[in-house]
């Protein structure tokens, strides 16, 4: 019985002394971030990524039930995709993206398809050619587009067979850099 309780005694031990040192380093970096400031700095970058993915849905939300209308660019004549993904941004973040929705896929920043957030771009093949068609992704599996004519801007599912064959990628729009052409107003 001692044979077995020393070691274990021994390990509890070790086990101890080597993991105080661990707690007392992680409070003193949770001490050094909150004197600089470190922990409202990621607190103020979270609130405005949260601020600008709520505005991006809530304006693309905004476009439901507006007609598509090929080469479309604005909501009281009629949106294409594109148009659609280009008044989104430019609507509510200032930023005037590229027209076509090609030129959208190579104007932003390539991410895999389980990075999407709400605000980002998915880009299907629906005319045998990449990148032909664009929404935006609001999350859960869906996204708001201007799909065709005699339809109007609507939302669907990412998940549905059609659009699951059709997936060509996903975008994120990053401001400051090609993504954006300029602000609005330039």
């Given at each position: 019985?001692?044979?077995?309780?020393?070691?274990?005694?021994?390990?509890?031990?070790?086990?101890?002394?080597?993991?105080?040192?661990?707690?007392?380093?992680?409070?003193?970096?949770?001490?050094?971030?909150?004197?600089?400031?470190?922990?409202?700095?990621?607190?103020?970058?979270?609130?405005?990524?949260?601020?600008?993915?709520?505005?991006?849905?809530?304006?693309?939300?905004?476009?439901?039930?507006?007609?598509?209308?090929?080469?479309?660019n604005t909501a009281e004549t009629g949106l294409d995709c594109s148009g659609l993904v280009r008044a989104v941004?430019?609507?509510?973040?200032?930023?005037?993206?590229?027209?076509?929705?090609?030129?959208?896929?190579?104007?932003?920043?390539?991410?895999?398809?389980?990075?999407?957030?709400?605000?980002?771009?998915?880009?299907?093949n629906t005319m045998r050619r990449a990148f032909s068609h664009v929404g935006v992704y609001i999350g859960d599996?869906?996204?708001?587009?201007?799909?065709?004519?005699?339809?109007?801007?609507?939302i669907e599912d990412m998940n549905g067979s059609y659009w699951q064959r059709r997936f060509n990628g996903a975008?994120?729009?990053?401001?400051?850099?090609?993504?954006?052409?300029?602000?609005?107003?330039?």
């Open positions: 019985m001692r044979f077995i309780v020393l070691p274990v005694l021994l390990l509890a031990v070790c086990t101890t002394a080597i993991a105080a040192p661990q707690i007392e380093r992680n409070d003193e970096i949770g001490r050094l971030m909150v004197d600089q400031g470190l922990i409202a700095q990621l607190e103020q970058v979270r609130q405005t990524v949260t601020d600008r993915t709520s505005v991006l849905v809530t304006g693309a939300l905004g476009f439901l039930g507006v007609p598509y209308r090929r080469g479309g941004y430019n609507q509510t973040l200032g930023l005037v993206l590229p027209r076509r929705a090609e030129e959208q896929a190579a104007a932003t920043e390539k991410i895999d398809r389980s990075e999407l957030k709400p605000g980002d771009l998915v880009f299907f599996g869906k996204f708001v587009h201007a799909p065709r004519t005699g339809a109007s801007v609507r975008r994120r729009v990053v401001a400051g850099g090609d993504a954006a052409a300029a602000p609005a107003g330039e």
